[in-house]
């Protein structure tokens, strides 16, 4: 079976089934794990002597980032606020220049062919998360009851389940630092992912080639899938709007030389069926190419990799943002009630209310407007 995305998500799913079933009849917790039909869960004292040693070698600099992450937070709460309410207005007078505002569900707003890059990326995403909010825990003295590994159906992670009632007995300071570093990780690491791949791979290395048409002239002269174009008849193709420019004044019978990866092929080209005047290749799926800086891999593995990468740096990004919205429960509810908590001494909870609310409704009304515009047709 060909492990296209769909395969992959039917497969893990169907191994998912098969670990459920055994923890019915096998003494799982007796190794600390714990599993539901949700999720599993492994709890080891590993990670939590990790998280405290770790904050212990440096705590200068934990203190440092962690006061640094509180002054993000709240740049971040505005951010997200301001994103949300700007879209809504061009939603509803520049519907033109809105941005669709989804939930990544695979299959649904997201297209199966991301499922892998996309799990990826959610599993370091909140295993940084997890992690960072665990050091600072043991930083700020607030004891963290349980930490370890958590596997989902369709995801995995880290998680920390800080004491309730040491982060009560927390200062307003040592609880901003807390709920703070979860979103400052995912920035950090977020921008570090964007500066490596701008480093790492090379702009306009050519056009790859995804599909070929069987027994087409292409197909026939030997270029095949993975294939990477980056010249015909002599002009260099850095992206597709080259070739596309280059094939447009191509006519049936004319000869092509394809510089690729694999060899230069030569070839006549075939004629449209959509257009008798105009000449083929007969190549399909065509993307930009990044080539990884001196070549070092292969295309397929390139491929993969820079798609890996742009995931990893579009969730963190946005994970980071939206974390810190204030809506319950949210890192950005827990920061903005804790800073409630000390100044409003009368209907807290009131506030506290009103605050998630309005977040809802932005949240909600970019959504259903995304619908009513975009519909569900996954990117």
């Given at each position: 079976?060909?492990?296209?995305?769909l395969?992959v998500?039917?497969?893990?799913?169907?191994?998912?089934?098969v670990?459920?079933l055994?923890?019915?009849?096998?003494?799982?917790e007796?190794?600390?794990?714990?599993?539901?039909p949700?999720?599993?869960?492994?709890?080891?004292?590993?990670?939590?002597n990790?998280l405290?040693?770790?904050?212990?070698?440096?705590?200068?600099?934990?203190?440092?980032?962690?006061?640094?992450?509180?002054?993000?937070?709240?740049?971040?709460?505005?951010?997200?606020?301001?994103?949300?309410?700007?879209?809504?207005?061009?939603?509803?007078?520049?519907?033109?220049?809105?941005?669709?505002v989804?939930?990544?569900?695979?299959?649904?707003?997201?297209?199966?062919?991301?499922?892998p890059?996309?799990?990826i990326?959610?599993?370091?995403?909140?295993?940084i998360?997890?992690?960072?909010?665990?050091?600072?825990a043991?930083l700020?003295?607030?004891?963290?009851?349980?930490?370890?590994?958590?596997?989902?159906?369709?995801?995995?992670?880290?998680?920390?389940?800080?004491?309730?009632?040491?982060?009560?007995k927390?200062?307003?300071?040592e609880?901003?630092?807390?709920?703070?570093?979860?979103?400052?990780?995912?920035?950090?690491?977020?921008?570090?992912?964007?500066?490596?791949?701008?480093?790492?791979?090379?702009?306009?290395?050519?056009?790859?080639?995804?599909?070929?048409?069987?027994?087409?002239?292409?197909?026939?002269?030997?270029?095949?899938?993975?294939?990477?174009?980056?010249?015909?008849?002599?002009?260099?193709?850095?992206?597709?709007?080259d070739?596309?420019?280059?094939?447009?004044?191509?006519?049936p019978?004319?000869?092509?030389v394809?510089?690729?990866?694999?060899?230069?092929?030569?070839?006549?080209?075939?004629?449209?069926?959509?257009?008798?005047?105009?000449?083929?290749?007969?190549?399909?799926?065509?993307?930009?190419?990044?080539?990884?800086r001196?070549?070092?891999?292969?295309?397929?593995?390139?491929?993969?990799?820079?798609?890996?990468?742009?995931?990893?740096?579009?969730?963190?990004?946005?994970?980071?943002?939206?974390?810190?919205?204030?809506?319950?429960?949210l890192?950005?509810?827990?920061?903005?009630h804790?800073?409630?908590?000390k100044?409003v001494?009368?209907?807290?909870?009131a506030?506290?209310?009103?605050?998630?609310?309005?977040?809802?409704?932005?949240?909600?009304?970019?959504?259903?407007?995304?619908?009513?515009?975009y519909?569900?047709?996954?990117?």
């Amino acid at each position: 079976m060909v492990l296209e995305p769909l395969n992959v998500l039917v497969i893990m799913l169907g191994g998912w089934s098969v670990i459920y079933l055994l923890s019915r009849v096998l003494p799982f917790e007796k190794f600390g794990v714990e599993v539901s039909p949700l999720y599993l869960m492994y709890k080891t004292e590993r990670l939590n002597n990790f998280l405290v040693k770790t904050a212990a070698k440096r705590p200068r600099l934990w203190k440092v980032a962690a006061n640094v992450g509180v002054a993000v937070a709240v740049g971040e709460i505005l951010l997200a606020i301001y994103l949300l309410g700007s879209n809504l207005f061009n939603f509803l007078y520049v519907p033109e220049q809105a941005q669709a505002v989804f939930p990544l569900l695979p299959g649904i707003t997201v297209g199966f062919q991301w499922f892998p890059y996309l799990l990826i990326a959610i599993g370091f995403a909140i295993t940084i998360h997890e992690l960072a909010h665990g050091v600072v825990a043991s930083l700020e003295g607030i004891s963290v009851t349980s930490a370890g590994i958590i596997l989902a159906p369709i995801t995995f992670g880290g998680f920390v389940e800080p004491d309730e009632e040491a982060f009560e007995k927390a200062g307003l300071m040592e609880k901003l630092r807390f709920v703070s570093a979860g979103s400052l990780s995912n920035l950090v690491v977020g921008l570090l992912v964007t500066l490596i791949a701008s480093s790492l791979f090379v702009p306009g290395s050519g056009v790859l080639v995804m599909a070929v048409e069987e027994n087409g002239p292409a197909y026939l002269a030997g270029v095949r899938g993975w294939d990477v174009i980056y010249g015909i008849n002599g002009m260099p193709i850095e992206y597709l709007v080259d070739l596309s420019a280059v094939m447009a004044g191509v006519k049936p019978n004319d000869l092509l030389v394809v510089e690729t990866t694999s060899g230069i092929r030569e070839f006549l080209a075939g004629t449209s069926t959509t257009n008798a005047s105009q000449g083929f290749m007969g190549v399909y799926n065509l993307i930009d190419y990044f080539a990884v800086r001196g070549g070092a891999l292969p295309p397929q593995a390139t491929y993969h990799l820079n798609l890996t990468f742009f995931w990893l740096h579009l969730l963190m990004i946005n994970l980071a943002i939206f974390n810190m919205l204030p809506l319950y429960p949210l890192d950005g509810e827990a920061f903005v009630h804790a800073l409630l908590k000390k100044r409003v001494k009368k209907n807290l909870k009131a506030v506290r209310v009103v605050v998630s609310g309005v977040s809802l409704s932005l949240l909600a009304l970019n959504m259903a407007l995304s619908f009513l515009r975009y519909g569900l047709t996954p990117i």
